[in-house]
């Protein structure tokens, strides 16, 4: 008895199969997730140790289970039952008539797994048949509907063959899906039809060229298009507006590059594709910025402009332009190309000390495959010791200029004086023209001093020639008219106080002054009153000079007498 024990339990635990042991039992069973299985089994042991009377305990158990602590998923004992298997599992056969057969209801995918049977009766026969256990599949029934699946019929049948039982159901399959096989279109032209831009994300248009981009997709659930430029959304379409949506762009500017995108979504998802557009063109908006020496602020010269340059100044000018692709840059001065300052930067010139080789025209030149621009500078330099010699001529020239105006007016007065002389006659002598040595007379009031108002040209008085009879005449009444002393009156022609007083004005006013006449002398002077002539010329508005005093004790005007 206790050797019937001791090899029960080791064939209990062990996957040989002991004689008198047998099990059968399909190697794989499959059944769709959610039906029901029935898997046949049969088993035969030996009969040791119990009796008809003894029963027959039976379990499965998930391969890898300890059965002497873990729980099976179907057994004829009392609460011994796993708790994942929820009572699906179901030992149908009676393990005491060798019928082992397990029903499985409501198959899930996680009861895919290997089991195998025990079998418990009397002290002999406990044994595991761990090498007869059976697979169990769960399959799946699935379809994937393709798009155009959308709007058919598909209808599931179930046959119980044996017992002459069927079921079916039909539904209409609505298919949505998310937008695929998006598509950019391009055309360059109004009356050209779009073409795929195919794989290519990148395009490259002209400035001023017309563009097209058309986007398209396809999608059953209705779905909504947009256009945007990097992060703006520049148009988009309705749901319920079903075809492509098309960007058009009449004039393409520098402005219009950029990554756009297009992008089609609906309630099941979203698909996009992205388009770098790069837009062409000639170089633009070629400027020239300087800096010299002493200065911290740059500035900006257009095409033509005069750039003095002090001599020995150090010049620093840097040439710029839009363009694409990016424009070569150079620098020519009077027509013969030069060397960059930085190799780096082409478009920068740098001159350390301004000499006289600099001076001609300097030209920055964009060029690239579209074109070209350029914009010329006039360098003129500009020398440190030529500034006083250029101030000082510029004095000379004024003082020339002035100078020849005032003799012209001189020329043109006395012109006129003679025209009239001519046309009345000769003159009767007004006064005696005043003689170089002659002393002063006492009493005489001081003479004016020239100053920046009152010019020379204030005291020309311009006196016609007497004639000889009216010198003789005056001769002799000069002799009768004299005194005996000189205490007596001034003699005829002397100009009195009042006279002097009164040529200090610069009106026109005879040059002799009232006094004791004869009645010969009265008509005389009164004929010959019509000839006398006086010219003066003044300068207003000038600013004035300080006043100075000339060395000369010479007298301050002069008599101008025609003969």
């Known amino acids: 008895m206790a050797l019937s024990l001791l090899l029960a339990l080791l064939w209990g635990g062990s996957q040989a199969q002991a004689p008198g042991f ?106 595991n048949f761990v090498e007869s256990p059976f697979y169990l599949e769960v399959t799946v029934l699935s379809l994937t509907p393709r798009p155009q699946d959308h709007g058919t019929h598909l209808t599931c049948r179930v046959d119980f063959s044996r017992k002459g039982v069927s079921a079916e159901t039909t539904v209409r399959l609505n298919v949505t899906h998310v937008p695929k096989d998006l598509v950019i279109s391009v055309s360059r032209a109004k009356a050209s039809a779009p073409e795929p831009q195919g794989n290519s994300p990148y395009l490259e248009v002209q400035k001023g060229q017309f563009l097209q981009l058309v986007c398209a997709s396809e999608s059953q659930s209705p779905a909504t298009l947009s256009w945007a430029l990097e992060d703006r959304i520049l148009s988009w379409s309705h749901p319920w507006t079903p075809g492509p949506l098309a960007l058009v762009l009449t004039r393409v500017m520098p402005g219009d590059s950029g990554c756009y995108t297009c992008r089609a979504e609906n309630r099941r998802g979203s698909q996009s594709r992205t388009l770098n557009l790069s837009v062409q063109y000639a170089p633009e908006n070629l400027r020239v910025m300087a800096l010299q020496a002493n200065r911290t602020v740059l500035e900006n010269l257009g095409n033509g402009t005069s750039l003095p340059a002090l001599e020995g100044q150090s010049l620093r000018l840097l040439c710029v332009a839009h363009s694409n692709p990016p424009a070569q840059l150079s620098w020519a001065l009077r027509g013969q190309t030069l060397s960059p300052s930085q190799p780096a930067d082409p478009g920068i010139l740098e001159l350390p000390q301004i000499q006289t080789e600099h001076e001609g025209v300097l030209t920055c030149r964009a060029q690239n495959s579209l074109g070209s621009q350029h914009v010329s500078l006039l360098l003129s330099v500009v020398y440190k010791k030529g500034l006083l010699s250029k101030a000082l001529g510029s004095g000379i020239f004024l003082g020339m200029g002035i100078t020849t105006l005032l003799f012209l007016c001189l020329i043109l007065v006395t012109k006129t004086l003679r025209k009239k002389q001519a046309q009345a006659g000769t003159p009767a002598h007004v006064g005696a023209p005043a003689h170089a040595g002659t002393p002063a007379q006492a009493g005489a009031p001081p003479k004016p001093k020239a100053t920046r108002r009152s010019t020379i040209l204030d005291y020309i008085n311009v006196v016609p020639n007497p004639g000889p009879l009216a010198r003789n005449r005056n001769r002799n009444q000069n002799r009768k008219a004299m005194p005996s002393s000189p205490s007596q009156a001034s003699p005829p022609g002397a100009p009195s106080q009042e006279c002097k007083k009164n040529q200090k004005e610069l009106h026109a006013a005879p040059h002799t002054c009232p006094g004791p006449r004869s009645s010969t002398q009265a008509s005389e002077s009164e004929s010959n009153q019509e000839n006398l002539h006086y010219a003066a010329l003044t300068f207003s508005g000038l600013r004035p000079w300080d006043t100075w005093e000339s060395k000369d004790t010479g007298p301050e005007y002069e008599d101008i007498k025609f003969h």
């Open 22 to 127: 047998s099990l059968q039992v399909p190697s794989v069973v499959m059944v769709q997730e959610g039906l029901c299985v029935h898997v046949p089994c049969t088993l035969s042991y030996p009969r040791i140790g119990w009796t008809e009377d003894t029963p027959a305990l039976g379990s499965w158990f998930v391969v890898g289970t300890d059965t002497n602590k873990g729980r099976p998923v179907a057994t004829n004992k009392q609460d011994q039952v796993h708790g994942g298997s929820g009572g699906r599992f179901q030992l149908t056969g009676d393990p005491q008539n060798r019928s082992c057969s397990l029903l499985i209801r409501d198959a899930q995918v996680e009861d895919s797994a290997q089991y195998f049977f025990r079998v418990e009766r009397g002290s002999y026969v406990r044994y």
